[in-house]
């Protein structure tokens, strides 16, 4: 093996970790806080979802010598912004995450309970997905009605990028973020508490409520596995690699409960940042898990940033974040409505899962998620033809196809 062999590899490897790092992060810093954490528990929640996929992604290479990535689940992350508090506060959503992890294990463990996940009518899931992400995808917008000269440049930057650099776009325009951030607290004179800018971890002891369990655990699972989970597997089968799916589920769902304890969300296969360590672009096919081995050494060392980056976006001016957050997550909102609406069969019962998901409902201390699916589900029962459409078909042989492998 020469040293040009390991360069393409290695380089792709820093690449798929530094743009998925800072595309998403701030999503999920929204989502924990939305749920209850503190801004101490959120940093932690943050730096334990990083050390635990990138230490597992390392090792998932090595074991299997395939450019297997890993990710926090940015829906799910989007998912809680939507959700809010639950029944039993901060110690209820950790739980449910706790719940989320035992549940994506099992999807592996257990080959009916992953035929069944894969079962959810394709169109329905994404539905409920761009319902959850709306709301996200609208902060943009309505921040900059509220700030424009704070929020504009970030926009600005992330349009020019988007033109000249699509895969930089997000982490460029979270730059002219802390840029705006910068400049406003040299401005306003506001510092940042020096020791609020080293990782740490902030156990919670977990508890269980109904609410949370139905809530966030339940559409957590769901999402995580229909909108990161499946695509992922079939990104990898477009390079001509094969994800073994048991142990895929059951080191993410393992990794996503230990990963609980400190405030994290849900850990999952890669979907998008995936071809970035599968592609041609990562070397020879046979050195691409190298890629795979150097992105989760280089989120380690990303890891590390993680009470410094809630510690500046903490000060930030009101809906700076949120627009990250939202640009970061237009690409899944536009894809989610695509997949939604693809078949005129199932557009009443889509339309309906969406509908529900974005109006924010709260029914005995459940969020829209949950009863975005329960709703769709029983529209497409009662009004809609019980054989699904030839797209659909695909979709969901394909998904069956990936939980059997």
């Known amino acids: 093996m020469t040293s040009r062999d390991l360069q393409q590899p290695i380089v792709a490897g820093v690449v798929t970790a530094v743009v998925g790092f800072t595309s998403s992060f701030a999503v999920v810093l929204a989502g924990l806080r939305a749920v209850g954490a503190s801004p101490d528990e959120a940093a932690s929640g943050l730096l334990a979802l990083t050390v635990a996929f990138g230490v597992l992604m390392s090792g998932l290479a090595l074991w299997t010598r395939l450019p297997v990535t890993l990710a926090w689940s940015t829906p799910g ?239 930030a001016p009101a809906g700076i974040v949120e627009t990250v957050a939202g640009l970061a997550l237009l690409s899944t909102f536009a894809a989610s409505m695509v997949a939604a609406l693809a078949t005129d069969a199932g557009r009443t019962s889509a339309t309906v899962t969406f509908l529900v998901a974005a109006s924010g409902l709260q029914l005995f201390g459940v969020g829209a998620a949950f009863w975005a699916l329960v709703v769709g589900l029983i529209v497409r029962a009662t009004l809609e033809r019980r054989t699904a459409g030839p797209v659909e078909q695909e979709e969901a042989a394909d998904g069956a196809e990936d939980v059997r492998r």
Not at 81 to 101: I, R
Not at 251 to 267: E, K, M, N, Y
Not at 279 to 288: F, T
Not at 297 to 309: E, I, N
């Open 77 to 315: 992350a989007a998912l809680l912004v939507s959700t809010g508090p639950v029944e039993g506060g901060w110690p209820a959503a950790v739980g449910a995450f706790v719940l989320t992890g035992v549940l994506l294990a099992l999807t592996g463990l257990v080959p009916w309970l992953g035929r069944l996940a894969a079962a959810i009518p394709v169109p329905l899931a994404q539905a409920m997905l761009a319902g959850v992400l709306l709301q996200l995808c609208l902060a943009p917008f309505t921040a900059f009605a509220d700030a424009p000269t704070a929020v504009g440049p970030v926009v600005l930057v992330w349009l020019l990028a988007t033109r000249w650099a699509p895969r930089w776009a997000v982490p460029l325009a979270l730059l002219a973020a802390f840029v705006v951030i910068g400049v406003s607290l040299a401005t306003t004179g506001t510092s940042v508490p020096t020791g609020h800018l080293l990782p740490r971890l902030e156990p919670t002891t977990p508890t269980l409520t109904v609410a949370a369990v139905v809530g966030i655990a339940v559409p957590l699972t769901v999402v995580t596995l229909a909108s990161q989970n499946v695509p992922g597997v079939a990104v990898m089968r477009s390079f001509g690699f094969t994800v073994p799916w048991r142990a895929s589920m059951v080191t993410t769902g393992a990794g996503t409960s230990a990963a609980a304890v400190f405030g994290g969300h849900a850990i999952n296969l890669a979907a998008i940042s995936a071809a970035l360590a599968a592609g041609d672009g990562a070397g020879p096919r046979e050195r691409r898990w190298v890629a795979a081995f150097t992105a989760g050494l280089v989120a380690l060392l990303l890891a590390l940033t993680s009470g410094a980056l809630v510690a500046v976006t903490e000060a």
